[in-house]
């Protein structure tokens, strides 16, 4: 391609927001109304975050419920894109010496499938899904992202699924809409401030950068897969904000988009 497809991490937040039409589905929406379509995707969600590298095989991979407690139009969302095997043994051949497994027991968990259905309603472009190794540094998932950059000249469009800022215990369930805690607007803040300076070293090593990031990433499960999307940025591209705000008090929907824009 003349130009590479960007790499996008999406802050997905409640499982609802795949039945719900709000500012955040909806700028969902634009952003597949507005990026160059893709041959495929490749997926790295929060919620497949096991020991080991893996990326699914299937040519149907099945819609995954990985949660409970939620209305019963929730469990009957299926987003039945087709798979495809030949990224998921290209993505094995780019990773090498690292071994991925090609898996076809894994699906589409939440985490892929309640952003898509907004940003390709269709279902008509092959989605792959690519685990998140539990068993690794910060800094290998970074590295990851940067060997599978050139996905991005294939037609592959490169979307990381988690939050920024993810601190269930501290969210407001169905209680009035609170204002964001002070540390996680202040977390934010300095997140965004080191992305647009092109800085990604502190955000690698987050677990350094005092409490306000260990308040904000509690786990790493949601926080990783922007170090994916980081990882696949190129010299002299921009980053964007094309989602913005702070669920519940203590989600950021932030959404992150690595581009090369031209004039």
């Not at 597949?32 to 995707?41: C, D, N, Q, S, Y």
């Not at 051949?93 to 699906?107: A, F, N, R, Y």
């Not at 965004?192 to 300076?197: E, G, I, S, V």
Request: aromatic share 10%; with cysteine; proline share 9%.
């Amino acid at each position: 391609m003349s130009n590479p497809l960007p790499s996008i991490f999406f802050g997905h937040g409640n499982p609802m927001n795949a039945v719900t039409t709000n500012g955040y589905t909806e700028a969902w929406r634009r952003i597949g109304a507005e990026v160059v379509r893709p041959k495929a995707i490749l997926a790295i969600s929060a919620h497949w975050y096991v020991p080991g590298t893996g990326v699914t095989i299937s040519t149907a991979p099945r819609t995954i419920h990985d949660f409970g407690g939620f209305p019963q139009e929730l469990y009957q969302v299926h987003y039945p894109a087709p798979g495809d095997p030949s990224l998921a043994r290209r993505i094995q051949q780019l990773l090498k010496p690292l071994p991925v497994t090609l898996d076809d027991s894994w699906g589409l968990d939440h985490g892929t499938w309640s952003v898509l259905c907004h940003v390709y309603p269709q279902a008509d472009i092959p989605v792959v899904q690519l685990s998140i190794d539990r068993t690794q540094p910060a800094s290998f998932h970074f590295e990851v992202g940067r060997r599978l950059a050139p996905l991005r000249d294939e037609g592959v469009l490169i979307a990381g699924s988690g939050n920024l800022v993810h601190n269930l215990r501290t969210y407001a369930w169905g209680r009035h809409q609170p204002e964001p805690y002070d540390w996680a607007a202040r977390f934010e803040t300095e997140a965004r401030a080191a992305m647009l300076a092109g800085d990604f070293k502190p955000l690698v090593g987050y677990e350094n950068l005092g409490d306000d990031a260990r308040l904000s990433i509690p786990t790493p499960d949601h926080y990783l897969p922007l170090l994916y999307v980081l990882g696949t940025g190129q010299t002299g591209e921009t980053i964007s904000f094309p989602v913005e705000g702070v669920d519940g008090g203590s989600i950021s929907m932030l959404a992150v988009c690595v581009d090369r824009k031209t004039k």
